[in-house]
Structures are given as structure tokens and as C-alpha cells.
Nanobody, 120 residues
Framework: VQLQASGGGLVQAGGSLRLSCKVSGAIFSINTVTWHRQGPEKGRELVATLNSGGNAVYPDSMKGRFTISRDNGKNTVYLYMNNLKPEDTAVYYC???????????????WGQGTQVTVSS
């Protein structure tokens, strides 16, 4: 199983980006998906969560600016980010709680990060 994040880049404050996370491999089922980020000299923080029931949860600082969604047919998770701020600069990671064909239980799988830089 692989998670491939993409869509990062350089954007001016107030701009928007859409991050994508493609989940590939022998996947039996995907339950919860999340996006995290780690800024310069900061710990990793949770940005958005989307559970199997379609319920999305965001930290207060992201509410109204970030939207997580998924396309089950494409096994792809998206993070739409609007009104970006310099403090949103970070490496963004996706993660999925999934069960692959080769294991008997759900496990968290992580993708590599994609850099988002917001200039003032």
C-alpha cells in the first residue's frame, strides 16, 4: 500500500491550493483519512479528519478555510485550502486507516509529505 501526496507549492497569502493523496495497492477497505502538517521547528499537528461516515472534523484554526474530501472511486483524498496564511507553511502529510488484502486488521498508513509555502 502506498499513499502519494501531491499538490503542494508556493502561494501568496490569501491564495488557495488543493492537495491530493492517492492511495494505491491491494486495498480491502479505507476507513478514516487524515491530513497532518509539520511547520518549521514545530511538531506535527492534525489538520483535518474524514471518517467513513463522511463526517469531517477540523481544528478551530482551520475551520472555514480547509475542506477534506475523498473520491472513493479513485481512492484519492483531497485537502482544499483557502485564504492561506504564512503560518500555514508546512510539510503536509496524508494518512489513512485502512485494511489491505495482506493483513487481517486495519492499520494507519502514511504518505510522504508535500511542501506548502505561503508567502506574505
Amino acid at each position: 500500500v502506498q499513499l502519494q501526496a501531491s499538490g503542494g507549492g508556493l502561494v501568496q497569502a490569501g491564495g488557495s491550493l488543493r492537495l491530493s493523496c492517492k492511495v494505491s495497492g491491494a486495498i480491502f477497505s479505507i476507513n478514516t483519512v487524515t491530513w497532518h502538517r509539520q511547520g518549521p521547528e514545530k511538531g506535527r499537528e492534525l489538520v483535518a479528519t474524514l471518517n467513513s461516515g463522511g463526517n469531517a472534523v477540523y481544528p478551530d484554526s482551520m475551520k472555514g478555510r480547509f475542506t477534506i474530501s475523498r473520491d472513493n472511486g479513485k481512492n484519492t483524498v483531497y485537502l482544499y485550502m483557502n485564504n492561506l496564511k504564512p503560518e500555514d507553511t508546512a510539510v503536509y502529510y496524508c494518512a489513512a486507516y485502512l485494511k489491505s488484502d495482506s493483513v487481517s486488521q486495519f492499520e494507519w498508513n502514511w504518505g510522504q509529505g508535500t511542501q506548502v509555502t505561503v508567502s506574505s
